[in-house]
């Protein structure tokens, strides 16, 4: 095991990322695993934090394999090969998005109690996760991102897939990725407590 736990991990992490302590830097977290680490990382660079509110679209059958995500602003990153590769119809895609709107919805009704999104036009916006293994979570909320007006984002994450981390660099003006162990295998294998987090945790953190 690379971490204890998510605290353990962020506290880690935020070690790599001292040049963001800066007034303009505003710490992104993404629910509800990265919640914990990004609190660990903003308590380190005196940053504020907030919640990043994307939702994976898991392969029908196989909800925990992703073929995309859908974020804030109904920005939708589909890994179309993996679809065209697999031949998913349409219809079963749509019923998949439709449904992940929902619980994006229900979430940024939980985790944002109808306060506004903070104004990140002219900010620096570290975004993190508990870990990167496909990255399509992460892609679709630089996408969503990006339309907010940001200087800079930053993806930063405890422990990430190589090609995953890799990848993040054509869509992300930082990446940082704090481990890339090869084989892999999952996030989860690199956490000794990858318990669920929720939604009081997250609420817990947050406050």
């Known amino acids: 095991m690379l971490f204890v736990d998510r605290r353990e991990a962020g506290r880690r992490l935020a070690l790599r990322l001292?040049?963001?302590?800066?007034r303009d830097t505003i710490v992104l977290a993404l629910p509800r695993g990265g919640v914990a680490v990004g609190y660990e990382v903003a308590r380190a660079l005196g940053a504020p934090l907030e919640v990043f509110v994307v939702c994976k679209l898991g392969l029908p059958g196989h909800p925990e394999l992703a073929m995309g995500a859908i974020a804030s602003g109904d920005v939708v990153v589909l890994n179309q090969e993996l679809v065209d590769y697999l031949e998913l119809?349409?219809?079963?895609?749509?019923?998949?998005?439709?449904?992940?709107?929902?619980?994006?919805?229900?979430?940024?009704?939980?985790?944002?109690?109808?306060?506004?999104?903070?104004?990140?036009r002219g900010r620096t916006v570290i975004l993190v996760d508990d870990g990167l293994a496909t990255g399509s979570t992460m892609l679709a909320a630089i996408s969503a991102l990006r339309k907010r007006g940001p200087t800079r984002v930053v993806v930063?994450?405890?422990v990430a897939a190589p090609e995953a981390c890799d990848a993040m660099a054509a869509a992300a003006d930082?990446?940082?990725?704090?481990?890339?162990?090869?084989?892999?295998?999952?996030?989860?294998f690199w956490y000794d407590d990858f318990s669920q987090t929720t939604d009081d945790e997250v609420h817990e953190l947050l406050e």
Not at 101 to 107: G, H, K, Q, S
Not at 175 to 183: F, L, Q, S
């Open 89 to 120: 119809p349409e219809e079963a895609i749509d019923s998949i998005l439709e449904a992940e709107r929902r619980e994006l919805a229900r979430r940024e009704s939980v985790y944002r109690e109808g306060a506004p999104p903070p104004d990140l």
């Open 156 to 158: 930063a994450v405890p």
């Open 174 to 188: 930082d990446v940082v990725c704090a481990a890339t162990p090869e084989p892999f295998r999952a996030v989860s």
């Open 18 to 22: 001292g040049g963001y302590a800066v």
